[in-house]
């Protein structure tokens, strides 16, 4: 079983930054990447980013966060971060790390996923 637990979440003004990290135990030898979602209010769970454990470390992100966020890791700690720069209110909601086994896994996908976090609430004010 993979274990996952997020944190930095908060609440910021809108144009500045947060950084939030999961930290993953468990049986994390069989992870292959892993991902963050977010989920506002009265809207699907959607995909913001993603990265691979090992071999081709791409990032993936979606259209409405790229350019302003970055996701990275830190194979040593087991941990994976996601800086967020210019906020804007749209960016409300719960934030959740997600890990999947998968090797061929579309990243984009929330289905993909195996294991979640428990989520993390980020709130910009206008």
């Known amino acids: 079983q993979v274990q996952l637990v997020e944190s930095g979440g908060g609440l910021v003004q809108a144009g500045g930054s947060l950084r939030l990290s999961c930290a993953a135990s468990?049986?994390?030898?069989?992870?292959?990447?892993m991902g963050w979602f977010r989920q506002a209010p009265g809207k699907e769970r959607e995909f913001v980013a993603a990265?691979?454990?090992?071999?081709?470390?791409?990032?993936y992100y979606s259209d409405s966060v790229k350019g302003r966020f970055t996701i990275s890791r830190d194979n040593a700690k087991n941990t994976v971060d996601l800086q967020m720069n210019s906020l804007k209110p749209e960016d409300t909601a719960v934030y959740y790390c997600?890990?999947?086994?998968?090797?061929?896994?579309?990243?984009?996908?929330?289905?993909?996923?195996?294991?979640w976090g428990q989520g993390t609430q980020v709130t910009v004010s206008s």
């Open positions: 468990g049986r994390t030898f069989s992870s292959f990447a």
């Open positions: 997600a890990e999947t086994p998968r090797y061929y896994a579309d990243l984009r996908i929330r289905n993909e996923y195996e294991y």
């Open positions: 990265i691979r454990w090992s071999g081709g470390s791409n990032t």
